[in-house]
């Protein structure tokens, strides 16, 4: 509690009457400092008991119309304040929006002494993709001579959806792909739930296979067959580094592959099968979360989703970008050592090879000193160096430490963009040991950046680099690679190639 201008002001009279009675020995002068600071007492006494009334009468209500929103879209927010006590305090009571909410006006209302309901309505914009909080309503009492300010009310959350996925395509080549990510069969026929076919009973059948309706019906013994169930471990693996906050607002390359990520989710959740998460940002690993089929597991994996933020890049490197410049695994996609070849007792590197396969062929050739060894000695040292920097990005880490949390097979979802293709050619390599399929999600930077479209032929040239990019990681067995990007600036950077854009 503590006075209002007025309170100071007749605080300042009962100090100056004091004076007064002290400089020129005025007996009235101090009886009336006197009576004035009792005066003040007992306003402060009576503030301070209608304040404590006020507040144990007082509801308020922050009610958003709905508890989910798509992110830039408006939705309506009222505040409603009753109070059940009479008092001498007007009290004004303003909504605590989250910090990532935008209100066209400011959220609050007033109640005079003579007033016990208000209430107001306010259009609220959501920009930020996740899951909000309101904080408790701010209460401000004032009887004219003091105030007072507390917190008083509910805290409704609000989750904040990314953008509506018709807004983005995922596709190859500025098709859309074929099927719905996260759909998948067995393969095979047994028990299960889903039939697949009727067929006649042949010896070795069991009679808990028979389909006794459909023998009737045939007068002949039938066997229905099911497909069988399958529990298809999904991980996840989401790059949310400094380079993925590229993008329009709410159409940033983290919040569209975001919205893909959590489609995947969707259906991991929709089939059964166990789902882990491993977020990786510009120092590392951020988050790991081995795959669950609990109700509990999917609903963890979808509210970090939707709490991710790009980090900070500090010190990492600068991204390479796919057209144009040096990339340490070289234009083609080859690396710098898969056309090494072996002979005279030195075993060459083969493709797919660790850091650690590499750190044994350079032994193997320091203790030659013959004109075979000193020519491939180099290779290997730049290839060594190589490998070594590729282990230590974030994406090529997080994918192995979630793979080292799964036992059996995978089906790996990295969701990233084309900023680093060497740490990405390198990081699906890995992906796919163990016969692991993998699926590539790749945001297009030349889609996402504010004025990739200024200059039309030379970002249709940028996409075509790209298109060979994704089709090379598509080309490797067991490789799905997708793009994934806003729908009207594909369709724009596509129309300048059909209209005779350089290919």
Not at 176 to 181: F, K, L
Not at 188 to 212: F, H, M, N, Q
Not at 316 to 340: E, I, K, L, N
Not at 349 to 370: F, H, I, K, Y
């Amino acid at each position: 509690m503590y006075p209002t201008r007025r309170g100071w002001a007749v605080a300042a009279l009962a100090v100056v009457l004091a004076v007064l009675a002290a400089v020129f020995a005025r007996p009235l002068a101090l009886v009336g400092a006197a009576l004035v600071g009792a005066w003040l007492l007992a306003h402060q006494y009576r503030f301070t008991a209608d304040l404590e009334r006020t507040a144990a009468s007082l509801a308020i209500e922050q009610a958003p119309a709905r508890t989910g929103v798509r992110t830039g879209e408006d939705m309506p927010v009222t505040l409603v304040a009753t109070r059940g006590a009479d008092t001498a305090l007007s009290l004004e009571i303003e909504a605590g929006l989250p910090v990532a909410a935008v209100a066209a006006d400011r959220l609050a209302v007033t109640l005079e002494p003579d007033r016990d309901r208000a209430d107001r309505t306010a259009a609220v914009e959501w920009p930020v993709t996740g899951r909000h909080r309101f904080a408790a309503p701010t209460v401000t009492a004032t009887d004219g001579l003091f105030r007072e300010t507390l917190t008083v009310g509910p805290r409704p959350a609000v989750t904040v959806e990314p953008p509506s996925p018709r807004s983005i395509h995922v596709g190859e080549g500025g098709d859309p792909a074929g099927a719905s990510s996260g759909v998948h069969d067995s393969g095979r026929s047994g028990s299960g739930i889903a039939p697949t076919e009727l067929r006649e009973y042949v010896p070795g059948d069991t009679a808990s296979e028979i389909d006794w309706k459909a023998t009737a019906r045939h007068d002949t013994p039938y066997v229905r067959e099911y497909e069988a169930e399958t529990d298809r471990q999904t991980l996840l693996v989401v790059d949310h580094r400094a380079a993925l906050s590229t993008g329009r607002r709410g159409e940033t390359k983290l919040e569209t592959l975001r919205a893909v990520a959590l489609a995947v989710a969707g259906g991991a959740r929709r089939l059964g099968d166990p789902l882990g998460l491993v977020t990786v940002g510009d120092e590392g690993i951020t988050d790991a979360s081995m795959p669950g089929s609990s109700p509990a597991d999917y609903g963890s994996v979808r509210r970090r989703l939707l709490d991710l933020e790009p980090t900070t890049a500090g010190d990492a490197p600068s991204p390479t970008a796919v057209s144009g410049r040096a990339d340490p695994a070289g234009a083609s996609g080859t690396d710098p050592t898969d056309a090494v070849p072996s002979g005279r007792g030195h075993t060459g590197v083969p493709r797919r090879t660790s850091p650690a396969d590499v750190q044994r062929s350079l032994s193997d050739l320091e203790g030659d000193d013959d004109a075979f060894a000193r020519t491939l000695r180099p290779f290997y040292a730049d290839r060594q160096g190589y490998r070594q920097r590729v282990a230590e990005d974030p994406l090529y880490a997080g994918v192995q430490r979630g793979l080292t949390d799964v036992r059996g097979s995978v089906w790996a979802v990295v969701c990233t963009d084309d900023s680093r293709p060497a740490e990405l050619r390198e990081t699906v390599r890995l992906a796919r040991r163990g016969g692991n399929e993998v699926l590539v999600l790749l945001a297009p930077s030349v889609l996402y950046e504010p004025g990739g479209l200024a200059d039309i032929e030379r970002a249709y040239d940028r996409y075509v680099a790209f298109e060979e990019f994704r089709r090379e990681l598509a080309r490797t067995d067991g490789v799905t690679a997708l793009e994934v990007g806003p729908a009207d600036r594909l369709a724009t950077v596509l129309e300048a190639g059909r209209r005779g854009g350089p290919a």
